[in-house]
């Protein structure tokens, strides 16, 4: 019987690939944490939907409303909506994540343009990927986010789950422990925002989300070999697709240096 424990071991080696990646060590100055956050924010926001799709998935969100599917994972998938949605900000006031990054972006002057300009086109009814085509960011970045909306199109709830848990909840903490270690070291008192957000999602993950998305992915498959198979692979493509996000930030970074010789 394949269980979540057989999916960490087997999405291991890419996982160890992520949190050795080059592109940690190469944010040595703020210009090149600049380039990193403008790549990621894209990941940032495209989170937000790949929740929604759980919350569509597993939670009743029609009218006239019933109850639907497993209670404690409708709870679950409420107050990760509750934490990611509306969380508090330094001075306690309610933001979601996402605006969470962009006040970290706007305190070390990373360049929000594109996200900006991408929210704008969405809220004027623009198609998705329509409005990805009329950006100016990298293929690694359209690759990431258009691979999640794929799997949220899948309208399967184990497949939108194990991307949600092994590509992001489980990946989450100690890829962005590694990061906080270093931007503490390299830019003390420089970026409080940034390093409040990521405390932020330390905190979650690690402690709260982490646990319970891996009862999700338990609950979903149960004994269907098939949702446990199918669940490996997206959790592998969700860790490659990331891969390739990293590959294209540190060729950004060093794209940026030449330019500013």
Not at 146 to 169: C, L, M, N, S
Not at 179 to 195: A, H, R
Request: overall charge negative; hydrophobic content about 40%.
């Amino acid at each position: 019987m394949i269980t979540t424990v057989d999916i960490q071991r087997e999405i291991e080696p890419l996982r160890k690939k992520l949190l050795n990646h080059e592109v940690y060590k190469s944010i040595n100055d703020l210009d090149d944490l600049r380039v990193f956050l403008e790549y990621h924010v894209f990941a940032v926001w495209d989170f937000m939907s790949l929740l929604t799709g759980l919350q569509i998935e597993l939670t009743c969100v029609t009218t006239p409303w019933i109850p639907k599917g497993n209670p404690s994972t409708r709870r679950f998938i409420n107050e990760i909506v509750l934490d990611e949605e509306t969380d508090r900000d330094k001075e306690g006031n309610p933001a979601s994540h996402f605006e969470l990054y962009l006040q970290a972006m706007a305190e070390c002057q990373a360049n929000t343009k594109e996200i900006e300009c991408l929210v704008d086109l969405l809220n004027q009814g623009e198609d998705l990927r329509t409005s990805i085509a009329k950006l100016d960011i990298s293929e690694s970045v359209k690759e990431f986010v258009f691979f999640t909306f794929d799997v949220i199109d899948t309208k399967e709830p184990h497949k939108i789950a194990a991307a949600f848990t092994f590509g992001r909840e489980d990946l989450i903490p100690d890829m962005f422990n590694a990061l906080v270690t270093d931007l503490n070291s390299k830019l003390p008192g420089k970026l409080d925002q940034l390093v409040y957000y990521l405390d932020r999602h330390i905190e979650l993950d690690a402690d709260v989300h982490g646990p319970l998305a891996m009862r999700m992915i338990t609950e979903l498959c149960g004994d269907n070999v098939d949702k446990w198979e199918e669940s490996i692979a997206i959790s592998k493509k969700a860790l490659k697709v990331r891969l390739n996000l990293w590959n294209g930030i540190l060729e950004g970074i060093k794209k940026n240096r030449l330019q500013l010789i």
